[in-house]
T-cell receptor, first 114, second 115 residues
Framework: DADVTQTPRNRITKTGKRIMLECSQT?????MYWYRQDPGLGLRLIYY???????NKGEISDGYSVSRQAQAKFSLSLESAIPNQTALYFC?????????????FGPGTRLTVL | AQSVSQHNHHVILSEAASLELGCNYS??????LFWYVQYPGQHLQLLLK??????LVKGIKGFEAEFIKSKFSFNLRKPSVQWSDTAEYFC?????????????FGTGTRLKVLA
């Protein structure tokens, strides 16, 4: 689904480096999310944003920061990458209707920290 | 704390077998419930969702799920699986408590269907 795009799709970096993962959406949704997926742990929420001026920490925000540059863009930064941040990262948007909140995921970014 | 449990981590079935994947959540308030599917090499996509009304929800590709409030469960079912159903399945719950919003995923169940 090209409505939610992520760049880069794959990245290998070294410990201590600063990394930025970018997410863009054309769905017009206000809500955006960053998750990481680890085998056996499912998806865990890192940060979420309900609109451009609203940023919230998720379950595992330590070591990460985000920026909501516009309704359509939500970036995730690792200020100083460490090996245990090696994971698959997903961006998502959602169309909260006041009743239900379906998420639409991007293709993911596979990050390896050496 | 709110949580979502998927007790089956790996399931292997032959084609045409029936499928039931368990999902239990811990939250006493109003919840919305979802099943997402992740096919190999692809991103997650919605399979079905429940937010109110008929507790038996039908989704895409012949999947259905039943919300049983008394059991805090939302199990996913399919009468006859196909090889193309090989994927990882995630149950998710959204809930609001004390003004805090949560979207919680289970750890996933990896289904392999043998041709």
């Amino acid at each position: 689904d090209a409505d939610v795009t992520q760049t880069p799709r794959n990245r290998i970096t070294k410990t201590g480096k600063r990394i930025m993962l970018e997410c863009s959406q054309t769905k017009g949704h206000d809500r955006m999310y960053w998750y990481r997926q680890d085998p056996g742990l499912g998806l865990r929420l890192i940060y979420y944003s309900f609109d451009v001026k609203d940023i919230n920490k998720g379950e595992i925000s330590d070591g990460y920061s985000v920026s909501r540059q516009a309704q359509a863009k939500f970036s995730l930064s690792l200020e100083s990458a460490i090996p245990n941040q090696t994971a698959l990262y997903f961006c998502a948007t959602s169309d909260f209707s006041g009743i239900t909140d379906t998420q639409y995921f991007g293709p993911g970014t596979r990050l390896t920290v050496l | 704390a709110q949580s979502v449990s998927q007790h089956n981590h790996h399931v292997i079935l032959s084609e045409a077998a029936s499928l039931e994947l368990g999902c239990n959540y811990s939250y006493g308030g109003t919840v919305n419930l979802f099943w997402y599917v992740q096919y190999p090499g692809q991103h997650l996509q919605l399979l079905l969702k429940y937010f109110s009304g008929d507790p038996l929800v039908k989704g895409i590709k012949g999947f259905e799920a039943e919300f049983i409030k008394s059991k805090f469960s939302f199990n996913l079912r399919k009468p006859s699986v196909q090889w193309s159903d090989t994927a990882e399945y995630f149950c998710a719950v959204t809930a609001s408590t004390s003004g805090t919003y949560k979207y919680i995923f289970g750890t996933g169940t990896r289904l392999k269907v043998l041709a």
